[in-house]
T-cell receptor, first 115, second 114 residues
Framework: GAGVSQSPSNKVTEKGKDVELRCDPI?????LYWYRQSLGQGLEFLIY????????KSGLPSDRFSAERTGGSVSTLTIQRTQQEDSAVYLC?????????????FGPGTRLTVL | AQSVTQLGSHVSVSEGALVLLRCNYS??????LFWYVQYPNQGLQLLLK??????LVKGINGFEAEFKKSETSFHLTKPSAHMSDAAEYFC????????????FGAGTTVTVRA
């Protein structure tokens, strides 16, 4: 079956612009996660969704970052007023449930470059 | 809070040689432990995990790891490297209270010499 898909695969934007990154999880997966992979910080947890609610937003680096999930499926990560330090690969993952026994399946990521 | 340290950002092995990737965690309570692999331009893939029970865990592609509480370690091994093992490997942990939240090490890039 289809895995986790993310779009766009690459995004180049200018400093100060807003960007939206999309994640389509595996069908039936109730849990969805966003991570960021950058040279300076490695792989960081950003946010966790269970259904449409986000019980853990602790990893969002600033209030410029927000995420939503609709219909228990697609999720969008929005970065407002992008800065150069936002340049990174943004990874989305999904799992059948939000517990350790449920493997997180990762998408290929969106590479964001802020000029 | 727990953290994880991977010793060595790059490892080079000969084809057929032992692969050993080191991972140590820092946590007052033993966490859940994972190894992920990332091939170029692909997402992370779970190799194996330890949650409870047997401390020697076998994963995909011939990899295994052993949880050693006394050493706070979870090293990854493969007896005989194959060219297809060239990738980046990440050790990760999650706490028993927030087990959905993975904290990753910095990663180790493995190259395999013919």
């Amino acid at each position: 079956g289809a895995g986790v898909s993310q779009s766009p695969s690459n995004k180049v934007t200018e400093k100060g612009k807003d960007v939206e990154l999309r994640c389509d999880p595996i069908s039936g997966h109730t849990a969805l996660y966003w991570y960021r992979q950058s040279l300076g910080q490695g792989l960081e947890f950003l946010i966790y969704f269970q259904g449409n609610s986000a019980p853990d937003k602790s990893g969002l680096p600033s209030d410029r970052f927000s995420a939503e999930r609709t219909g228990g499926s697609v999720s969008t990560l929005t970065i407002q007023r992008t800065q150069q330090e936002d340049s990174a690969v943004y990874l989305c993952a999904s799992s059948f449930g939000g517990r350790v026994d449920n493997e997180q399946f990762f998408g290929p990521g969106t590479r964001l470059t802020v000029l | 809070a727990q953290s994880v340290t991977q010793l060595g950002s790059h490892v080079s092995v000969s084809e057929g040689a032992l692969v050993l990737l080191r991972c140590n965690y820092s946590s007052s309570v033993p966490p859940y432990l994972f190894w992920y692999v990332q091939y170029p331009n692909q997402g992370l893939q779970l190799l194996l995990k330890y949650t409870t029970g047997a401390t020697l865990v076998k994963g995909i592609n011939g990899f295994e790891a052993e949880f050693k509480k006394s050493e706070t370690s979870f090293h990854l091994t493969k007896p005989s490297a194959h060219m297809s093992d060239a990738a980046e490997y990440f050790c990760a942990v999650s706490s028993r209270s927030n087990d959905y939240k993975l904290s990753f090490g910095a990663g180790t890039t493995v190259t395999v010499r013919a």
